[in-house]
């Protein structure tokens, strides 16, 4: 089956360190975003990239960083500058020729820092 | 700038009663709007979506109403079901150079049995 995996599901992290989070694709997209979730609040964009080795930032791209090696894969790294790390993570990818809006999104990555 | 909001932050509606969730945009040029479903602890689904030169557009029991005048747009749901409770967001698309995706901040379906 086509899809979006994320990994992991849940990470602890302690302040201070730099913690990776994992997106792969098999539906052959070419654009990949990843969002930050809040409780109780929508979907903000922090990166996205629409081909391998270019990404733009979003909305709150501060203290996040992203690569686009391959088509399939755009691993978003939560660094010690974001200052407010503790969200729901959720990675995203989308056709770009005939694109109307319709995003495809893995489960999600919890992060907690302690 | 730009944003999407919702009205209501939570819906209750009796099991079998329509459900109408509403949604306020303010960029007039976004191309697509789009509606998605959250369950508890996944990522957001697809449902339906509008193109901005439409004003309606049917799917398997959901309607999409856009009024671009008033700059609204609406999701009703035909007789609901318990599994369609979740939050449902909208979307807006703004199209040119690099395609993004704007989200509001949700609205909760509670399905009373």
């Known amino acids: 089956d086509g899809g979006i995996t994320q990994s992991p599901k849940y990470l602890f992290r302690k302040e201070g360190q730099n913690v990776t989070l994992s997106c792969e694709q098999n539906?052959?997209?070419?654009?990949m975003y990843w969002y930050r979730q809040d409780p109780g609040q929508g979907l903000r964009l922090i990166y996205y990239?629409?081909?391998?080795?270019?990404?733009q930032k979003g909305d709150i791209a501060e203290g996040y960083s992203v690569s686009r090696e391959k088509k399939e894969s755009f691993p978003l790294t939560v660094t010690s500058a974001q200052k407010n790390p503790t969200a729901f993570y959720l990675c995203?990818?989308?056709?770009?020729?005939?694109?109307?809006?319709?995003?495809?999104f893995g489960e999600g990555s919890r992060l907690t820092v302690l | 700038g730009e944003s999407v909001g919702l009205h209501l932050p939570t819906l209750s509606v009796q099991e079998g009663d329509n459900s109408i969730i509403n949604c306020a945009y303010s960029n007039s040029a976004s191309d697509y709007f789009i509606w998605y479903k959250q369950e508890s602890g996944k990522g957001p689904q697809f449902i339906i979506d509008i193109r901005s030169n439409m004003d309606k557009r049917q799917g398997q029991r959901v309607t999409v109403l856009l009024n671009k005048t008033v700059k609204h747009l609406s999701l009703q749901i035909a007789a609901t079901q318990p599994g369609d409770s979740a939050v449902y967001f909208c979307?807006?698309?703004?199209?040119?150079?690099?395609?993004?995706?704007?989200f509001g901040t949700g609205t909760k379906l509670q399905v009373i049995p």
């Open positions: 539906l052959n997209h070419d654009a």
């Open positions: 995203a990818s989308s056709k770009v020729q005939g694109y109307t809006g319709e995003l495809f």
């Open positions: 990239s629409q081909i391998v080795n270019d990404f």
């Open positions: 979307a807006e698309n703004t199209a040119g150079g690099y395609q993004k995706v704007t």
